[in-house]
């Protein structure tokens, strides 16, 4: 069983950037699909990017397209969200989460294993 942890996450300007890490542990991941999720003060668990697991593909909400990026390192086992140009919409917890598989999943209940999050707050 994999074991998720992120890090990275803090008080960041809007405007500003900040990058943030999932460390894998446990066994390697892989051959498992990746995925950022994100949940604002009393907002639901959204989608914020996937990748596959040979980083072969991305994917991102449209929120995020364009000023986010998704990737890995699987000989770190490690998987990394670069934040750019933040903004208050983007503060939340952010969680990374993995599936068995292949194929784009954006919904959070296709995801087997996840982290205990790492906040962003975004200041104005």
């Known amino acids: 069983q994999v074991q998720l942890e992120e890090s990275g996450g803090g008080l960041v300007e809007a405007g500003g950037s900040l990058r943030l890490s999932c460390a894998a542990s446990?066994?390697?991941?892989?051959?498992?699909?990746m995925a950022w999720f994100r949940q604002g003060p009393g907002k639901d668990r959204e989608f914020v990017a996937s990748?596959?697991?040979?980083?072969?593909?991305?994917y991102y909400s449209d929120s995020v397209k364009g000023r986010f990026t998704i990737s890995r390192d699987n000989a770190k086992n490690t998987a990394y969200l670069q934040m750019a140009s933040v903004g208050s919409d983007d503060t939340g917890v952010y969680f990374c989460?993995?599936?068995?598989?292949?194929?784009?999943?954006?919904?959070?209940?296709?995801?087997?294993?996840w982290g205990q999050g790492t906040q962003v707050t975004v200041s104005s």
């Open positions: 990748i596959s697991s040979s980083g072969g593909w991305t």
């Open positions: 989460a993995v599936r068995s598989g292949s194929h784009y999943a954006a919904e959070a209940r296709r995801y087997e294993h």
């Open positions: 446990g066994r390697n991941f892989d051959d498992q699909v």
